[in-house]
Nanobody, 128 residues
Framework: QVQLVESGGGLVQAGGSLRLSCAPSGSTVNSHHMGWFRQAPGKHRAFVAAVTVSGDIYYNDSVKGRFTISRDSAKNMVYLEMNILEPEDTAVYYC??????????????????????WGQGTQVTVSS
């Protein structure tokens, strides 16, 4: 497991943008499959996006074209750029990692059980 430190949540109006950041403490971001999940009030935690060790990127259909996941090796960070935000995007957002870079991740990337490390979560609130 790795310790993940998140930042960047906040309150924004519909149509606005936010960028979330996540840094693995004591390890290299390139060594892990990384993902973002979110949990809205009264709902299960849901997959948002992932980037694999090899650089493959995946999105939930609900955020395609609006959200961008990226990895900056020099800064050892993973980002989630969120644009054209909607009230339905309101949730606690979690950074997650498969710290061992498992091959099975490619088949399980949308399943939170595929990740062994989680950040503390950051609140994103989108007002209408």
């Amino acid at each position: 497991q790795v310790q993940l430190v998140e930042s960047g949540g906040g309150l924004v109006q519909a149509g606005g943008s936010l960028r979330l950041s996540c840094a693995p403490s004591g390890s290299t971001v390139n060594s892990h499959h990384m993902g973002w999940f979110r949990q809205a009030p009264g709902k299960h935690r849901a997959f948002v996006a992932a980037v694999t060790v090899s650089g493959d990127i995946y999105y939930n259909d609900s955020v395609k074209g609006r959200f961008t996941i990226s990895r900056d090796s020099a800064k050892n960070m993973v980002y989630l750029e969120m644009n054209i935000l909607e009230p339905e995007d309101t949730a606690v957002y979690y950074c997650a990692a498969d710290s061992k870079g498992r091959r099975a991740f490619y088949y399980r990337k949308t399943d939170d059980a595929a990740y062994d490390s989680w950040g503390q979560g950051t609140q994103v609130t989108v007002s209408s």
